[in-house]
């Protein structure tokens, strides 16, 4: 199945810092320097506050307002090589967020309710080709975006943040407001109240169950919900879903938890599923479906916690959204009027395209010589 060479490929992390203090690192190819870049970085605003009433924090974030919305031109794209952000060639690059939502130079806010907003939210520019999506990208550069999650989430669980994600919100519904392949990653100083739910469940079902959650939610997967069979992946509509054609790509074996835990099959099954997904998506109503994924890695101390990927897609058919309206927003009681059952059975019905995996690995990163750097 993998193709595999002798000697893992090789990855290579340019580490650049913007003249604003923004980290960049660009994958594979390196053109240039970022010293001559405007600077216009604004964090000084950002700080969180607690929701007495539900025990929860907000992140305030003013300055994102302002940040660009609507379709950009190829010219104007801040993401192709030559555009504002990235003004040189590359293959992939990871950069911090302009407009972030979470920053370590977060003012160091005190006082009843608030805390520092301290953390990171990073762009993830999956290839310089400005048009597609993870559908079409070539197995080569779904393999490389593998790379980067695997290389950013691990620096960011290293720096101590409470918890790391990296997701992609595609399509104008979900807010995206660039269409440049592209994804983020968020670090945050709390843990988020859905992991916390997410914990608490895994800890309730070790005790009642003696058993773990991530294995109970992988063999809930089969049969009649897996949309597609894979030996490292249970890849199916979960049991209980909030969105009509939300898919779930769980990891079978325990004690993977993290990006850094997968083995080199499990990273390109990862790689492949990924893309073969988002395939069967654009071809289930024949257009780009939006949708939400997000990678939810372990937070510390769950040990009873598969690495998985979620996709959650808004639409409920090909011209109505599901919205989250009073009962879902209010309550947290996500009302599913459509069968997940055959939902999954419609989406492992697409024939997604040929595309061949020979010979792709998922590359191992290593920093460039900075000698060899301009
Ligand atoms: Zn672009
Ligand atoms: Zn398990």
Redesign the pocket.
Known sequence: MTGRLGAPTMLERHDLVHPDGRTFHLYGRCGGSLDRQPGQRDDSALHSRLDLATDTWIAVSPARNTRPAGE?H?TE?P??PG?LELPFPYDAAVFDNRFPAFSPVAPATTGAGLMPSQGKCEVVVYTSN?EGSMATLTPLEVARVVALWRDRTAALWADGHAYVMAFENRGPEIGAT?S?PHGQIYAVPFLPPFVLDKVAAAHRHREVDGTCVGCALVAQAEPQRTVVPDEHWAVAVPFAPRWPFEIHVRVRRHGCRRLADLTDDEALGLARIVREVVNRYDRLFDFELPYMMVVQEAPDGCDDWHLHVEFLPVHRSADRLKVRASVETALGVFINDTLPERNAERLARVVPPEVSWQEITVPAVRAADPKGEE
């Open positions: 950009q190829t794209c993401l192709c555009g400005h660039l440049h």
